[in-house]
């Protein structure tokens, strides 16, 4: 199985501030790799997809990058409305796995 | 509009059985595979099983293999998990996902989600 590992699992920032979350893979995934912003009692909601590509009606303040086994997702200017879990998956073969989350609360 | 309606969530027995539904609209059910995710209460995600859009192909978390039946009504647009054998960390809100395939891939990402069922095991 490929092994999905982020970094860091929790951070505190301020509204305004640009953050970084990374995500290994255990093995090259190509560039099958999804972000999800999960907030509390809510289904995930798909962020970034193909490591890169920005889902419709997502804020262009996240972007995605990376390929083979490293991914970030960038926030370039955090908002209230950010402070959820984040997710990576990876989608290259059976089983699907997802990083372990990364909480990001409100310092 | 895509809507993901999951049902048959509740409290079962370790060993005991539990069938979910997820009904599905707003788009040609049987044109694209779908897929089960879940999560442990204060826990991450964890993918579960998905069927191809025919049913033809199944696949499985290591951790449910035996276990659980992935199945699907196509003149229904409902899609199923027969759990068997639950046991206490089988507990979880297990959420219906519609995967958008990109690139060479199948899977894709998770585009759409229910809103998930609970699952109770215990005794």
């Known amino acids: 199985d490929i092994q999905m590992t982020q970094s860091p699992s929790s951070l505190s920032a301020s509204v305004g501030d640009r953050l970084t979350i990374t995500c290994r893979a255990s093995?090259?995934?190509?560039?099958?790799l999804n972000w999800y912003q999960q907030k509390p009692g809510k289904a995930p909601k798909l962020l970034i997809y193909?490591?890169?590509s920005l889902e419709g009606g997502v804020p262009s303040r996240f972007s995605g990058s990376g390929s083979g086994t490293d991914f970030t997702l960038t926030i370039s200017s955090l908002q209230p409305e950010d402070f959820a879990t984040y997710y990576c998956?990876?989608?290259?073969?059976?089983?699907?796995?997802f990083g372990q989350g990364t909480r990001l609360e409100i310092k | 509009e895509v809507q993901l309606l999951e049902s048959g969530g509740g409290w079962v027995q370790p060993g005991g059985s539990l069938r979910l539904s997820c009904a599905a609209s707003?788009?040609?059910?049987?044109?694209?595979?779908m897929s089960w995710v879940r999560q442990s209460p204060g826990k991450g995600l964890e993918w579960v099983s998905a069927i191809s859009g025919s049913g033809g192909a199944t696949y499985y978390a290591d951790s449910v293999k035996g276990r659980f039946t992935i199945s699907r009504d196509n003149s229904k647009n409902t899609l199923y998990l027969q759990m068997n054998s639950l046991r206490a960390e089988d507990t979880a809100v297990y959420y219906c996902?519609?995967?958008?395939?990109?690139?060479?891939?199948?899977?894709?990402?998770?585009?759409?989600w229910g809103q998930g069922t609970l699952v109770t095991v215990s005794s």
């Open positions: 707003g788009f040609t059910f049987s044109s694209y595979a």
């Open positions: 998956q990876q989608s290259l073969r059976t089983p699907i796995t």
């Open positions: 193909a490591a890169s």
């Open positions: 996902t519609k995967p958008r395939p990109y690139g060479t891939g199948w899977y894709g990402c998770d585009h759409y």
């Open positions: 093995q090259s995934i190509s560039t099958y």
